[in-house]
């Protein structure tokens, strides 16, 4: 097993996403680029040393409710959080309303 690839192994579909390893410029892209590889049934777990508000208004914005934000601890030791994907109703999809196909299939939009 590589080194890299041996700790991003997920148990249950949930996979690890430690925010305070990721230099605070790139941090949104990255989580952008983790959630948008994410299928539909799999979860991100978050972690971070701050509340991330405006991280998560842009998630909003940016998937349309696609994205679902569950708080697993809020304190001042961490704030971690589940991000999971939710594909859209049947009849905004065939409206052409939100992403698209596969995870959140937003690609940046």
């Not at 990721?22 to 948008?36: D, P, Q, S, W």
Request: aromatic share 8%; glycine share 14%; charged share 20%.
């Amino acid at each position: 097993m590589s080194g890299c690839g041996s700790s991003h192994i997920a148990l249950d579909g949930v996979y690890g996403f430690d925010a305070r390893g990721v230099a605070k410029r790139f941090r949104h892209a990255a989580i952008f680029g983790a959630l948008e590889s994410l299928s539909e049934g799999e979860t991100m777990r978050f972690v971070n040393d701050h509340d991330p508000l405006p991280l998560l208004a842009q998630i909003e914005q940016r998937y349309q409710g696609q994205v679902q934000a569950t708080y697993i601890q809020r304190d001042h030791e961490a704030i971690v959080i589940d991000f999971s994907i939710h594909p859209l109703k049947q009849e905004a999809a065939a409206a052409g309303e939100g992403c698209g196909s596969g995870g959140c299939g937003c690609s940046g939009q």
